[in-house]
């Protein structure tokens, strides 16, 4: 890096998730200790491009770690996908002295700073945020440890009312293709069985394992899915099948929704955006540029930005063993 940074610009882009305010916090806090100027910028790329800039300080992110979603807000640009686009979100960064950038979000924010990066040279550091756990390079993303004690708990309510009335429920959890929350969730809820799209485990299994749960005296079960699972069309198809097939079961259906990306952040999530945050500005004092900072054996790491976007997230196959262990 051919120039000294100044000022860092931050913003969150994509979907919210619990720990974003404390990473924004994180960031701001450690630009003042290095006595480096930080900028909000609201709405992601789309207030990038028309300048929704504001100076933010100490001060200015009081009583934010403890606070689900993000005070930048966050959104979806289609502008900043063209080069004209971009070309303005340039020109309004250079107008505000701006240096570097830390986006935090998914793999679509970080396409994004790559991108436009490979085209001004300007020095961007990703943080992970997003519930779903399946950004390469990290064992955990902000606001996926919140995620899961959220769906626990509402999974643990379900239970009450299937077991009061014997039904079967299917509760299904976000995650787009990957079910790293359904599996983890499933084993600490105690689900009777878990769909994910890893693991295929077929229509005919399933119904052979209700029908085994049926018999061993069980007078209600859970069935934890992943919205990005294929054994039905849809989870409401999948109930409709179930009900032809085993009529014995009153099945319900929840699907949980967007209630899992709100909420306080854990600790773990609060603890983990605030060392991520040190890491990203740190990181881009020391000339380092086009990284996500990200956690490995509970060690900070950097993962080029390219690889985090390409690579794919591994369920765990142990997690795997379990399941098939104790959903029984």
């Known amino acids: 890096?051919?120039?000294?940074?100044?000022?860092?610009?931050?913003?969150?882009?994509?979907?919210?998730?619990?720990?974003?305010?404390?990473?924004?916090?994180?960031?701001?806090?450690?630009?003042?200790?290095?006595?480096?100027?930080?900028?909000?910028?609201?709405?992601?790329?789309?207030?990038?491009?028309?300048?929704?800039?504001?100076?933010?300080?100490?001060?200015?992110?009081?009583?934010?770690?403890?606070?689900?979603?993000?005070?930048?807000?966050?959104?979806?640009?289609?502008?900043?996908?063209?080069?004209?686009?971009?070309?303005?979100?340039?020109?309004?960064?250079?107008?505000?002295?701006?240096?570097?950038?830390?986006?935090?979000?998914?793999?679509?924010?970080?396409?994004?700073?790559?991108?436009?990066?490979?085209?001004?040279?300007?020095?961007?550091?990703g943080i992970p945020g997003t519930i779903d756990n399946d950004i390469f390079g990290t064992s955990y993303t902000l606001g996926y440890d919140t995620a899961l004690n959220t769906v626990v708990e509402v999974i643990d309510k379900i239970r009450d009312t299937a077991s009061s009335h014997n039904r079967l429920f299917f509760v299904e959890v976000m995650g787009r293709d990957a079910g790293h929350i359904a599996l983890n969730a499933g084993i600490g809820a105690g689900a009777e069985e878990i769909l994910i799209p890893e693991a295929d485990l077929g229509l005919d299994r399933l119904l052979e394992s209700l029908k085994k749960s049926k018999a061993s005296g069980k007078s209600s079960s859970i069935v934890v899915i992943a919205e990005g699972d294929k054994i039905g069309k849809n989870v409401f198809e999948l109930k409709d099948y179930v009900e032809a097939n085993l009529p014995e079961y009153d099945v319900r259906v929840s699907v949980l929704g967007h209630m899992q990306r709100g909420g306080a952040p854990s600790c773990f999530d609060r603890v983990l955006a605030s060392r991520l945050g040190v890491k990203a500005v740190e990181s881009l004092l020391d000339g380092v540029s086009n990284f996500m900072v990200g956690l490995s054996n509970d060690k900070v790491n950097l993962t080029p930005l390219a690889q985090a976007i390409k690579g794919k997230s591994e369920i765990d196959k142990e997690l795997l063993r379990v399941s098939d262990i104790i959903t029984t």
């Open 1 to 125: 890096m051919t120039q000294k940074i100044k000022k860092i610009g931050v913003l969150t882009s994509g979907g919210d998730s619990p720990g974003m305010n404390a990473a924004i916090r994180s960031v701001v806090r450690t630009c003042a200790f290095h006595n480096i100027e930080c900028i909000g910028i609201y709405r992601g790329y789309q207030g990038m491009i028309e300048g929704d800039f504001k100076e933010m300080g100490p001060r200015s992110v009081n009583n934010i770690i403890n606070k689900g979603g993000t005070i930048l807000k966050s959104a979806r640009s289609a502008e900043f996908r063209t080069p004209e686009g971009r070309k303005k979100a340039h020109e309004n960064l250079v107008k505000a002295n701006i240096d570097a950038l830390v986006v935090i979000g998914g793999d679509g924010t970080f396409t994004g700073g790559l991108l436009f990066n490979s085209e001004y040279n300007f020095p961007v550091m």
